[in-house]
Structure formats: structure tokens, C-alpha cells
T-cell receptor, first 112, second 114 residues
Framework: TQLLEQSPQFLSIQEGENLTVYCNSS?????LQWYRQEPGEGPVLLVT?????EVKKLKRLTFQFGDARKDSSLHITAAQPGDTGLYLC????????????FGEGTQLTVNP | KAGVTQTPRYLIKTRGQQVTLSCSPI?????VSWYQQTPGQGLQFLFE???????NKGNFPGRFSGRQFSNSRSEMNVSTLELGDSALYLC?????????????FGPGTRLTVL
């Protein structure tokens, strides 16, 4: 059983549609990060959320950290083909130092 | 400022061999973490080094080892390679070992074991 459950695993949508990716756990995280990864490359950080209930916006991307710091969501508005990629959530437990626990990832494909 | 660099980018080995991968962190970063990424398991934490000391270790067999040098560069070694060790090995650096500081990932080393 994954400590961080990410859903959906795959998502194929048309350009202009909205989407939401979820990251859920029964554990409390001191911080949660969202990354985007292109094929053959390392993950690139999109955002870090640290406070329960925190909402951060990055252009058309909105990130939310749950009040209890056990879950997070990524919402993309008016998706574009350039948004295609693997989206990963990663949490840091309070007892794990800088070790990140990753979700399984969501492979997003935005079709023109 | 240059990012995290990993060498080599691609590597092909056969079962039973050993391999050494290298990671140079961002200048000024003292913490280096290693992760294994496979299609079935996703990203799994291997170990973390800070100031030449292993500070944290994941659930991998002893065939996986690492070290960090005084200039913060890190190497990981896998001995007696198995087919299941085929993966993308990612290195990430951060300023310090603990806290909410951000980890920055390198492009990875793609290891194929035949």
C-alpha cells in the first residue's frame, strides 16, 4: 500500500478542459511538493505547500493542501498541450528528515 | 547557477556486474539524496547524505551503497547487478539535511541491466 495515493493514474483530455489530480494519505505531512517530469528527465518542482488549508496559484495551476495536511490537489484550468507530462506529489513526514515520499504519479496527456 | 548534474546519463550493464553513478549537487548545497524510479514502483528513496554522513536510508538491500565527498559530490554504487535494478536513478540536492528546503533533481542516470 502506497503511503501517498495519487489519482487518477492516467488522464487524457482535450485542450481547454479542466482537470484535478488528487493526492491522499492517512499520514500527516510537514510539507507537500508537486513536481512535473518529462520523459528521460528528472522531476521539476512546481510548488511546495506547508500550511494546512494553503492554496497556491501558478498561472493556470492551483494547488491546495488539506486542512489536516494529509491530502493535496492540483487543479489545471484550460489545459494546453504543453501541460502534458507526469505529475508527481511528494510529501515530507515530520520524522523523515528531508526524505520525500512520492505518489505513483499522474500521466497527463492534453490533446490539441 | 548550474543545476544538479549526473553522470553518466545512460549505462548498460550485465547481470552480476557492479556500477557507480555520480552526482554533483548545486553549488552550496550540502545534502544529496538518491531515488530509484521504475514504472512499477515509482520513485523510491534510496539514501541521503549530508556533510559526508549518511543521514537517512530507504528499504533497499545492502548491494546499494553510497558516499559523499568533502565537496558534497556523491556517488552511489550497486554491486552484483540484477535485472530488476534497471531503472532511472535520480539524485536531488538541497541546502540542508532537514526542514522544508526544496530538493532539486538532476536529469537522472538511466541504467539498463541485461
Amino acid at each position: 500500500t502506497q503511503l501517498l495515493e495519487q489519482s487518477p493514474q492516467f488522464l487524457s483530455i482535450q485542450e481547454g478542459e479542466n482537470l484535478t489530480v488528487y493526492c491522499n494519505s492517512s499520514s500527516v505531512f510537514s510539507s507537500l511538493q508537486w513536481y512535473r517530469q518529462e520523459p528521460g528527465e528528472g522531476p521539476v518542482l512546481l510548488v511546495t505547500v506547508v500550511t494546512g488549508g494553503e492554496v497556491k496559484k501558478l498561472k493556470r495551476l492551483t494547488f491546495q493542501f488539506g486542512d489536516a495536511r494529509k491530502d493535496s490537489s492540483l487543479h489545471i484550468t484550460a489545459a494546453q498541450p504543453g501541460d502534458t507530462g507526469l505529475y508527481l506529489c511528494a510529501g515530507r513526514l515530520e520524522t523523515s528528515g528531508s526524505r520525500l515520499t512520492f505518489g505513483e504519479g499522474t500521466q497527463l496527456t492534453v490533446n490539441p | 547557477k548550474a543545476g544538479v548534474t549526473q553522470t553518466p546519463r545512460y549505462l548498460i550493464k550485465t547481470r552480476g556486474q557492479q556500477v557507480t553513478l555520480s552526482c554533483s549537487p548545486i553549488s552550496g548545497h550540502r545534502s544529496v539524496s538518491w531515488y530509484q524510479q521504475t514504472p512499477g514502483q515509482g520513485l523510491q528513496f534510496l539514501f541521503e547524505y549530508f556533510s559526508e554522513t549518511q543521514r537517512n536510508k530507504g528499504n533497499f538491500p545492502g548491494r546499494f551503497s553510497g558516499r559523499q565527498f568533502s565537496n558534497s559530490r556523491s556517488e552511489m554504487n550497486v554491486s552484483t547487478l540484477e535485472l530488476g535494478d534497471s531503472a532511472l536513478y535520480l539524485c536531488a540536492s538541497s541546502l540542508a539535511a532537514y526542514g522544508t528546503d526544496t530538493q532539486y533533481f538532476g536529469p537522472g542516470t538511466r541504467l539498463t541491466v541485461l
